[in-house]
């Protein structure tokens, strides 16, 4: 059976719904052995703010059951060397590139963004409202809606191309942030970021990580992403959804498009297999065809109850 994997979120056309996650597969080109980044449906880069940033000391990664928790504190080498190393390469190999953006004030994420509207292609900005607001005391962005609303519509203001905002799964009232999200004038929604977790060692007697806590990821936060999308799609059904938590094989695509996704984002996977993100869209391509889908748009929003 001849099955199609072409999807689009919004107005953007996908060649399949499986993309690189935020921080997982570095600029999109340090893989490019194991996975060259033109197969997949899309690279998000790691996330970028205005000036290198160096992270948070170590250790600051630990396996858990069933996932990881990381604190790397989004270090990365800043937009300007991003857009002169990395993007004229990507552009030849005709790589889909969404540009995570995240700062510490709403004049960090609109400097990022004014940086990269100086070059072509990028085909999104993928806002990472997770970070800690150092005008409002260090809460995230993503946690009240009112403050979510202000920072999307600034740079909403500042470009024309498509603005993805990546929900934090952390934040009280998940509906509540997603609309503020659209309100600002967000084309489409990631969902989700990690979760606020923490490692324990019993006989040093202390945390494992050098900052106490990190985010929680892979296969242990899958069921609570699922149900994050199927809520936001519930309530917000026009709003073209990315599906992101623990996704580690094409069955689990196929369960994140089901609950309403458009495509989705694989992130741990790729930490354990950099070749992770291309199997999983061969198995979704085998999912479909052993299970009578022509089309991998019609699994999209299909739960039947
Ligand atoms: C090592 C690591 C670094 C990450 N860095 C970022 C980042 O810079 N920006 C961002 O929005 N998300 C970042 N994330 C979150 C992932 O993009 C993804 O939302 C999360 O890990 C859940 O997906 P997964 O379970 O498939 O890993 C990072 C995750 C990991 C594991």
Known sequence: ????????????????????????????????????????????????????????????????????????????????????????????????????????????????????ERDEGIAAYELNVSCPNVTAGGMEFGHDAGTLMSLVA????????????????NAPYLVDTARAAVDGGADALSLINTLRAMAIDAVARRPVLATRCGGLSGPAIKPIALRMVDEVHRALPAVPLVGIGGIESGRDVAEFLLAGASAVQVGTAIVRDPTAALRIAGELEA???????????????????
């Open 1 to 116: 059976m001849n099955v199609s994997l072409r999807t689009h979120v919004g107005d953007l056309a996908l060649q399949n719904p499986v993309m690189a996650a935020s921080g997982t597969f570095g600029y999109g080109l340090d893989l490019v052995e194991f996975c060259p980044p033109e197969r997949l449906g899309g690279v998000v880069t790691k996330g970028l703010s205005p000036k290198p940033r160096r992270g948070n000391p170590t250790p600051r990664i630990v396996e858990t059951a069933a996932g990881m928790i990381n604190a790397i504190g989004l270090q990365n080498i800043g937009v300007e060397a991003f857009c002169r190393d990395a993007l004229p390469e990507l552009r030849r190999r005709n790589v889909l590139v969404v540009v995570n953006v995240f700062g510490e004030t709403q004049d960090a994420y609109l400097e990022v963004i004014t940086r990269c």
């Open 287 to 305: 999912f479909c065809a052993a299970h009578g889908v022509a089309d991998v748009t019609e699994l999209i929003g299909g739960l039947t109850c």
């Open 154 to 169: 600034r740079c909403r203001a500042s470009t024309s191309r498509r603005l993805w905002v990546k929900l934090s799964p």
